[in-house]
Antibody, heavy 122, light 107 residues
Framework: EVQLVESGGGLVQPGGSLRLSCAAS????????MSWVRQAPGKGLEWVSI????????SYIDSVKGRFIMSRDNSKNTLYLQVNSLRVEDTAVYYC???????????????WGQGALVTVSS | DIQMTQFPSSLSASVGDRVTITCRAS??????LAWVQQKPGKAPKSLIS???TLQSGVPSNFSGSGSGTEFTLTISSLQPEDVATYYC?????????FGGGTKVEIK
């Protein structure tokens, strides 16, 4: 059974940092690209970033470029999102998601984690 | 960026009704379109990819169609457990973008 379990969320002040983790099990983690998708309270879904199977390519939404860093450790079956210089508007539930079908420039997702809440507030 | 527009933004229908949700892309995306269901208070769940391919385990009363710029998600017979918000997502190009969502309720 495919499982994705996020952790590392919490309350942080503006300008602060957190590292989110997503522990994967039930599949060959190193064979799948992975994404982070977030959802602000009461709002819709917003894709944040994607990383290839080997970790050699990442892509980010413009609003987080230079502040967020996505990485993975295939030996630990774990995905990471280092979130720095946090802003109030980064407050959201952050979901990790496994790639399903891909075009040359993007992927849909088949399995999602339960999410980790990041609250940015003073 | 490719803008995804869904309509209606909400709908209310009776159990057993046929429900159709439309998603329009601001430019052609071939068939690189996915549908995601999110029940209240829950994580998203993927339903469809490649415009019409059902995720394993998704009930057959869900179906998707379309290509280019216009796509539809159809629930052939609405059930109480289908109450959710439905999102379309393009994966033709980065940044991946979602529609604003369609909230489906039971009348």
């Amino acid at each position: 059974e495919v499982q994705l379990v996020e952790s590392g969320g919490g309350l942080v002040q503006p300008g602060g940092s957190l590292r989110l983790s997503c522990a994967a099990s039930g599949f060959t983690f190193s064979s799948f690209a992975m994404s982070w998708v977030r959802q602000a309270p009461g709002k819709g879904l917003e894709w944040v970033s994607i990383i290839t199977e080997s970790g050699d390519f990442t892509s980010y939404i413009d609003s987080v470029k230079g502040r967020f860093i996505m990485s993975r450790d295939n030996s630990k079956n774990t995905l990471y999102l280092q979130v720095n210089s946090l802003r109030v508007e980064d407050t959201a539930v952050y979901y990790c998601a496994r790639r399903w079908r891909c075009s040359r420039n993007g992927c849909s997702h088949d399995f999602w984690g339960q999410g980790a809440l990041v609250t940015v507030s003073s | 960026d490719i803008q995804m527009t869904q309509f209606p933004s909400s709908l209310s229908a009776s159990v057993g009704d046929r429900v159709t949700i439309t998603c329009r892309a601001s430019q052609g995306i071939s068939e690189y379109l996915a549908w995601v269901q999110q029940k209240p208070g829950k994580a998203p769940k993927s339903l469809i990819s490649a415009a019409s391919t059902l995720q394993s385990g998704v009930p057959s009363n869900f179906s998707g169609s379309g290509s280019g710029t216009e796509f539809t998600l159809t629930i052939s017979s609405l059930q109480p457990e289908d109450v959710a918000t439905y999102y379309c997502q393009q994966y033709y190009n980065y940044p991946l973008t979602f529609g604003g969502g369609t909230k489906v309720e039971i009348k």
